[in-house]
């Protein structure tokens, strides 16, 4: 049980945060800060947080857990502006997307308080940003990786692991640079590609007419296409250098497509669907993994 939960960003994963963390029982209070205000209010009003803070600072104060759900580059002005009132047993963390920036910039923004900090990446979302979205549900059965680094203190660690657990996830750990390599493959470049996509039929003279034609392929294959714009800059930013790797990746896949198609070669690119199409069909979404 946690006194008080300090939560810097009222919005989607901030919001169902601190709704999970009610329902489960786990702090007696909320004490919420956005940049708008009016954001803020709303969270109040619909009961994500109980008292409203004019300042990160002030969310901070008496909180004994600090949630940080802001866009990972306001991660560094965020935690320097709580700094001063961060004590040796609090447990600080964040959602972000991205690791390794977010951990440099918790150093700096920290820095003699770093140990206090666990950096940590629930994998769950919706297209849809916003505080009226907060669902207590949004991370019940999903994974969330923990990225501790050798400055982690190993009581905020142990905490953040177990607190993650109490709202139904699936707990993993592993280094900042493994998991920015990993999630530029399985996340990133895909909004990558489906942001690509949808601009690539926009900009057609008929582009209109073909998106009337579309069907449910298309829905899902482009669904994310749809996410936030500001949230996902900064996480493709933040990420780009194993970004731009996959890409390269992609795009040497995509061409050996292209040349069978080219050569008129249908035996050969039956294999490449085949072999595409059977990983598809054994993946299954990992749950269940805990370290």
Known sequence: MFEQLGLIGCGLMGGSFALAL?????????????????????????????????SALEAVAGSDLVLLAVPVSATEASLAAIRHLVTPSMLIMDVGSTK???????????????GCFVPAHPIAGKECAGVDHSDADLY???QVILTPTG?????????AHDLWNALGCHVRTMSPERHDAAFAAVSHLPHLLAFAMMNGITAQPDGDD?????????R???????????IWRDILMANRAELLAQSQRFTHSLQ?????????NSEALEDLIKQASTTRAGWTMATKHTS
């Open 22 to 54: 009610k329902r489960a029982g786990l702090t007696r209070r909320v004490v919420g800060y956005s940049k708008s205000p009016s954001t803020t209010a709303r969270a109040r009003q619909m009961g994500v947080i109980d008292i409203e803070a004019p």
């Open 100 to 114: 390794c920036d977010v951990v440099e910039a918790a150093q700096r923004g920290l820095r003699d308080h770093v």
């Open 140 to 142: 019940t059965g999903k």
């Open 151 to 159: 400055a982690t203190h190993p009581p905020q660690l142990q905490q």
């Open 210 to 218: 073909f998106l009337a034609l579309a069907g449910p392929g298309f």
């Open 220 to 230: 899902d294959f482009t669904r994310i296409a749809a996410s936030d714009p500001t």
């Open 256 to 264: 050996v497509l292209e040349r069978v198609i080219s050569a008129g």
